[in-house]
């Protein structure tokens, strides 16, 4: 088999050099484009594994590009994004963007978010996963899990939901306060670990059993892909 094809969107000569270096290096084949028209005729002509997309680019906004590429193909798309970004990034999740990365970033890092989006999506489905477990009721702001209504606060809801739409998506402590938290500025690393002990607490309740919540030591914190 060739080498999985990486398509990088960014119009940013030094950012795309050191990307496409650290994806190569990892094993990786890459194609560059500086504008968004770019993506969908480079979609048709050629099989892409995942697409590392920039939101800022000069002709139209990366969460465009990512609507126009959801609407005719399910390659995985990781977003390139600068701080001060919330709402683009919190729209392009829910479009159905793969993960994101907060620029400055390593281009190592953001080579092991690649692999780690490849490894999940191609993952075949099988079993119930812990996803299906949960009900998200977006009108009633309602979370049921294994059938049982869970009583969350606000903020509660809003993280776990997050958790739920992405998962085995890794999210860092500062991803989950920008992602669900209305004044993320305000609130601490602490903040979050409370508030997941609280879900974990609530979860408990109903399934002791299991505790659907991964802790990844110094990263942060995601909803198990369990089989």
Not at 47 to 57: E, M, N, R, S, Y
Not at 133 to 154: H, K, M, N, P, W
């Amino acid at each position: 088999m060739g080498k999985p094809m990486i398509l990088v969107v960014d119009d940013e000569p030094a950012i795309a050099d050191a990307i496409q270096y650290a994806l190569e290096s990892e094993g990786f084949q890459c194609q560059r484009l500086v504008t968004g028209a770019a993506v969908e005729p480079a979609l048709e002509c050629q099989p892409v594994a995942l697409v590392v997309l920039d939101i800022g680019l000069p002709d139209m906004s990366g969460v465009e590009v990512c609507r126009r590429i959801r609407q005719r193909h399910d390659v995985p798309v990781i977003f390139l994004t600068a701080r001060g970004t919330e709402v683009d990034r919190v729209v392009g999740l829910e479009l159905g963007a793969d993960d994101y990365v907060t620029k400055p970033f390593s281009p190592r890092e953001l080579a092991a978010r690649v692999k780690a989006v490849l490894r999940r999506t191609n993952r075949p489905p099988a079993g119930t996963t812990n996803e299906t477990a949960f009900q998200v009721d977006d009108e009633g702001c309602r979370i049921s899990y294994c059938g049982r209504t869970l009583d969350l606060s606000r903020q509660e809801y809003r993280l776990l939901c997050l958790l739920i739409k992405r998962p085995g998506r890794v999210f860092s402590r500062d991803q989950l306060m920008e992602l669900a938290w209305e004044s993320p500025e305000a609130s601490m690393d602490r903040t979050v670990d409370t508030h997941v002990k609280n879900i974990r607490a609530k979860l408990r309740a109903v399934r002791p059993d299991r505790d659907p919540i991964a802790t990844h030591r110094g990263m942060g914190y995601s909803l198990k892909e369990d089989r």
